[in-house]
């Protein structure tokens, strides 16, 4: 720890969770307040108006779970769009797919991919350089919105928490616009907030969906940065959806470069949802 | 929050997760410093030297896996020894199964008790007046060592992690003693720490475990107030354990009661190792 360390705190309902180390950064973007931090244990961590968004050491928590149980569940991936996303993670997870040929990820604020292929390159990795990304900076939900039906076979939701200007993430109308462009047997995968910290928005989140599409199952999994840990990653299709039957040789190629999901991890998360979480869902 | 309010931090790693609140107890027993705090989201919690041990928001994250996954597995089981777990509610959910005879609890440190009746006395709940439970101030060690051979069907081990004087709660030696004492049948339980902010003692639990006992499942899940997040629960037993074969009739009953536990979270819960465990395992 060096003299100018200095703690950073994320705020929730009357807990905190703070990372120690140097501030890199602190600047305000057009939307939000960015912060970088070098911590010992967590290395580089990006927190955006006062929420952990990722770190070095954790981020693979969240992007695996966003991107490989869609992914490794469906054989058509030609066109993929990533909502949000800046950091780069979960681009980084989808260019391990040789069959990909386009990923459109749509960031409204451009400082965050600046800062992160400026402080956090590690998270987007590979994927910063890949012919196949294209970044358009530009609202998701007008990005769906003047986007042909039918065109995509991914949509990654990858965003932060409903605030001023994402809130418009998390309603029916977008949910919509969203099952307009997926391609027939496309898969919506979104963040789904935790069942715990963010109850209320989670379960809204799930019985959405289930009244949109005509299927959509929810995962449950760690991030150690975000509030309570638990976090929640649904799936959501115009069709049945198969995540628990993934095609194996691809699944298993994937799993070696893990750090946290395989299969048996991701078949096993579908299952996870706390009792209480099942029996609101039931009443 | 009132003028008193204050921030209690654990600090972990250069992270720290802290509530806020009314400081109702601070004192130093024969063995650790007892913090009590009035937290308006996780209600009273309970710090001993510095860690987050149990909260009344939370604690059912943690007491519901140590418990249900045994107790709802075997049929005998007339004898329950519970080492630690000071706070009650180990013991408040063991009481919930009939035909338990008799459980014995022993802690190291009776101003937990102490303070635990007095502050967080719904924790312990009915257990504290079951005539079943009976109360022991010893140390776990000497307990183990001085029980007679094939006596307990179930052993809960319910402590904090290695310290002073719990460091040989997690030895070779003690582990043996406990397999010693349990019956022919008998689950050995315990908190096996965290596969994220603990990494190196949990992989130590399993590895050893792993060679004491003829078997040995690890089960992961979510405790909000421990560093990371991401706990572990492992049981181990003298024969082959059927861990996902439990007696449903009295499960079914048992987890109309849960906040957190059920088969289906249960039985998934035993294949949620993160994937670098289990290459660090196989490695």
Known sequence: MTDIATWIDEYHKGSRFGLNGKVLLR??????????????YYGKALMLDGCWMT??????????????????????????LIIGGGDGGTARECVKYANIAKIDLVEIDEEVIKVSKTFLKEIGGE??????LAIHIDDGVKWVEKTKDNF??????????????SNLLFKDSFYKECKRILTKKGILATQSESPESFKDIHINILKTLKKIFRASETMYSFVPIYPSGIWSWTFASKEELYLSKPNCKEALIIEKG????N????NAAFKMMPNKIVKELNS
């Open 27 to 40: 600047k305000n973007s057009k939307y939000q307040e960015i912060i970088v931090i070098e911590n010992d």
């Open 263 to 266: 299969l048996n991890f991701q």
């Open 55 to 80: 770190s070095l050491r954790d981020e693979k928590y969240y992007h695996e779970c966003l991107v490989h149980p869609a992914l490794t569940s469906i054989d058509d991936k030609s066109h993929v």
């Open 127 to 132: 994927a910063w350089s890949d012919k196949r």
């Open 258 to 261: 893990c750090e946290i999901w």
């Open 152 to 165: 995509y076979d991914l949509i990654f939701i990858d965003c932060s928490d409903p605030s001023e200007f």
